[in-house]
C-alpha cells in the first residue's frame, strides 16, 4: 500500500519524505488556506520534495471553469493530479481532463457507485472518506471493501485512495481490506512509526552495550 501525506504544510512534507515512506501528497483548499501562500507557489515546492503524484484541488463548481482551473494546476508539474469532487459536473471535468491525458482524484466519494462512476469517467484516483463515514454512523471500511473489489472486476486503472484517516487504527484497516493507498495527516503517520516497547528495548540495549565500554 502506498502513503501520500495529506497536508500543504512544506515542513512536514519534508519531515515525512526524509523518513522514506511518502510516495505522494493529497492538499485540499482548506489546508492550502492554511498556508497563507500563493497557491502554485505551494504546489512548486511540495513537487520539489516529492516525486510522485501531488494532489491539487480546483475550486470551481461548474464542469468548464473546473477544466480550465485543472489544465492550469496539471502545468504547474508534472506530477500534479487535479481532485474534482463527486458531483455531476466534477464527473464531466474528469471525463473531459482524463481524455486530455490529465490525472484526476475523484474526491468526496461516499458509496462504491459513487466510486464506480467515477473510475468510468476516466479518474485516476478514487478518494472515500472515511472519517466522514465514521461520524454519521457508518462503517467507512465495508464501503472500501466493496469499492476494491468492485474494481477488481473490471480494468479500469483507478486507484483506491483512502482519505479522512484519521488514526492508526483506520490505516491498518485501509491497509488490511487491500486499498491501494492512504493518506494520512503528518501526526498519524508519526503514530504509526511509535510504541513504548520499541522505546524500552532500545532503551535497554544501549545499556547493556555501554557496560561493555566498546566502539563499532
Known amino acids: ?25 493529497t492538499t485540499n483548499p482548506s489546508l492550502m488556506a492554511k498556508t497563507g501562500r500563493p497557491y502554485h507557489d505551494v504546489l512548486r515546492e511540495i513537487c520539489e520534495i516529492v516525486d510522485g503524484p501531488i494532489s491539487a484541488e480546483v475550486v ?31 464527473l ?3 471525463h473531459a ?25 476516466g479518474a485516476s484516483f478514487l478518494s472515500p472518506f472515511i472519517g466522514r463515514l465514521d461520524d454519521i454512523g457508518q462503517d467507512g ?19 483506491v485512495l483512502v482519505a479522512s484517516v484519521r488514526s492508526t487504527t483506520h490505516l491498518l ?22 510504541h513504548p516497547l520499541t522505546d524500552l528495548g532500545l532503551e535497554r540495549f544501549l545499556a547493556d552495550w555501554r557496560k561493555t565500554n566498546q566502539k563499532i
Open 173 to 194: 484497516r485501509a491497509a488490511e481490506v487491500g486499498a491501494d493507498i492512504a493518506t494520512v495527516p503528518f501526526a498519524v503517520l508519526k503514530q504509526t512509526l511509535h
Open 60 to 90: 470551481a463548481t461548474e464542469a468548464s471553469a473546473m477544466i480550465e482551473e485543472g489544465e492550469k494546476l496539471a502545468k504547474v508539474h508534472k506530477n500534479i493530479v487535479v481532485k474534482c469532487p463527486m458531483i455531476i459536473e466534477g
Open 97 to 121: 481532463l482524463a481524455k486530455r491525458g490529465i490525472r484526476v482524484n475523484v474526491t468526496l466519494i461516499f458509496t462504491p457507485l459513487q466510486a464506480l462512476a467515477a473510475a468510468k469517467v
Open 92 to 94: 464531466k471535468a474528469t
Open 141 to 159: 471500511f465495508a464501503i472500501v471493501e466493496d469499492m476494491v473489489q468492485i474494481l477488481s472486476n473490471y480494468d479500469y486503472p483507478a486507484e
Open 1 to 25: 500500500m502506498k502513503y501520500f501525506i495529506d497536508t500543504a504544510d512544506v515542513a512536514e512534507i519534508r519531515e515525512a519524505a526524509s523518513w522514506g515512506l511518502i510516495d505522494g501528497v
